[in-house]
């Protein structure tokens, strides 16, 4: 019985050799021409973006700002890159959307602000800032980044990704909600930045903390995309709007016939909403804890895992801890060979500023949805009501030349 079983089963599995070799010049010359144009466009797209260059600006704080991250969503509006790629530029030429840095960076409890740019998008980026931080200092400096290598021997170093605690189209805890678009004196102040930077300048001698917001203006879908259905998270918004306002209605007892809306839905509503009406950007968030064997403290990736819970808000969304460099339990990576796999790869992708394209596309993490209100609350340069003593600043205010210095 079981050697009838083999025979028709050795039968069959000839029969389907032969067919998968009289279909060859069908299937194998489709396989290699797929082959053949993930390399061309792996290789075109990186040619691309080696040959556009890029700039790492630094951005030094005066002593004060007395201005609403309001300004700095302006900054974001006209960082607003969303540029459609033609067949022949994307296909042929393997150019790709342009996209940014933002990077918070804290050297032994020294805090900088970086920006890091296409080189063509220079200016953009130093007129936007310029146009409303005119009292803040932009220098073009050497990547930080090349001095970064991974030696285990030497330190210790822990990755992490972060992402949304809820659904895209739910907004972040943003300025508005703090009460920072209404330009409060800056005793009566309460910037959400504050808790990170304290944290970022708490930092001791020997430990070093990156956190790096890559961000890409979000394509609008098009007819296009058609071919392959998508839902754009303004229309899942809409109808998220929709099925609040359905379920959320209830009958006053005292107006009986007339259904109202409890007011923290009406909240949660009008920031969908206000989002709905905003510029959003394809967002990454990235932190990357390194130090010398001797500064080692736990604590600190602790701080990390939480420098952002302050943006989060129970009723709408927030950041919480993505994929990270280390594993629970033993058995999940023999003598840290995938610890030691992913970090590499993770020092690679920051060093690169690499995410939505090759060589590490979407590695270990999927983009999410920030609004420029949402970006503009997570980065934005803060006044004096962030007392950091080691937040680099310009040491002196500028000011204006009196206008009638001899000529």
């Known amino acids: 019985?079981?050697?009838?079983?083999?025979?028709?089963?050795?039968?069959?599995?000839?029969?389907?050799?032969?067919?998968?070799?009289?279909?060859?010049?069908?299937?194998?010359?489709?396989?290699l021409g797929v082959t053949f144009f993930c390399l061309w466009m792996e290789y075109s797209r990186a040619?691309?973006?080696?040959?556009?260059?890029?700039?790492?600006?630094?951005?030094?704080?005066?002593?004060?700002?007395?201005?609403?991250?309001?300004?700095?969503?302006?900054?974001?509006?006209?960082?607003?890159?969303?540029?459609?790629?033609?067949?022949?530029?994307?296909?042929?030429?393997?150019?790709?959307?342009?996209?940014f840095s933002l990077e918070f960076v804290s050297f032994g409890g020294e805090v900088h602000f970086y920006i890091w740019t296409p080189a063509k998008y220079k200016r953009v980026v130093e007129n936007s800032i310029y146009s409303q931080y005119p009292e803040v200092e932009i220098y073009e400096v050497e990547d930080y980044s090349k001095s970064l290598y991974y030696d285990t021997d030497k330190?210790?170093?822990?990755?992490?990704?972060?992402?949304?605690?809820?659904?895209?189209?739910?907004?972040?805890?943003?300025?508005?909600?703090?009460?920072?678009?209404?330009?409060?004196?800056?005793?009566?102040?309460?910037?959400?930045?504050?808790?990170?930077?304290?944290?970022?300048?708490?930092?001791?001698?020997?430990?070093?903390?990156l956190i790096q917001i890559l961000i890409q203006a979000h394509?609008?879908?098009?007819?296009?995309?058609?071919?392959?259905?998508?839902?754009?998270?303004?229309?899942?918004?809409?109808?998220?709007?929709?099925?609040i306002i359905k379920e959320s209605h209830f009958e006053d007892s005292e107006t009986p016939g007339i259904t109202h809306i409890t007011e923290g839905k009406r909240d949660i509503i009008q920031a969908i909403e206000r989002s709905i009406g905003k510029f959003a950007f394809e967002t990454m968030i990235r932190g990357y804890y390194i130090a010398e064997k001797n500064a080692f403290d736990g604590s600190t990736i602790t701080g990390l895992i939480g420098c952002l819970r302050q943006f989060s808000a129970n009723n709408r969304n927030g950041f919480k801890l993505g994929k990270f460099s280390s594993f629970q339990y033993p058995w999940q990576d023999f003598h840290n060979f995938r610890k030691r796999k992913i970090e590499?790869?993770?020092?690679?992708?920051?060093?690169?500023?690499?995410?939505?394209?090759f060589p590490h596309k979407h590695y270990r993490n999927k983009p999410f949805i920030l609004t420029t209100e949402e970006l503009a609350t997570v980065f934005h340069f803060p006044g004096k009501v962030i007392a950091t003593p080691t937040l680099s600043r310009v040491p002196s205010r500028k000011a204006e030349p009196p206008a009638n210095l001899p000529v």
Do not use: C
């Not at 590499?344 to 394209?357: C, G, Q």
């Open 1 to 31: 019985m079981l050697e009838q079983v083999f025979l028709q089963f050795q039968e069959q599995l000839g029969a389907g050799f032969s067919v998968l070799i009289s279909t060859a010049f069908v299937w194998v010359p489709s396989i």
């Open 47 to 99: 040619k691309f973006i080696q040959s556009q260059g890029s700039v790492l600006l630094e951005i030094k704080l005066p002593q004060e700002i007395l201005k609403s991250p309001a300004v700095m969503e302006l900054v974001f509006v006209q960082l607003y890159q969303a540029k459609k790629v033609s067949y022949l530029e994307g296909y042929f030429k393997g150019e790709v959307r342009p996209w």
């Open 155 to 209: 330190n210790t170093h822990w990755f992490t990704n972060f992402k949304l605690t809820g659904k895209d189209i739910y907004p972040i805890k943003t300025y508005i909600d703090y009460g920072l678009d209404k330009d409060p004196k800056e005793e009566f102040k309460v910037d959400p930045m504050s808790p990170l930077m304290e944290y970022l300048g708490g930092l001791k001698k020997g430990e070093m903390v």
């Open 219 to 243: 394509r609008e879908l098009t007819w296009k995309d058609a071919v392959f259905p998508k839902k754009d998270w303004k229309d899942s918004a809409k109808k998220e709007v929709e099925k």
């Open 344 to 357: 590499k790869t993770m020092i690679d992708a920051y060093k690169r500023r690499s995410y939505f394209n």
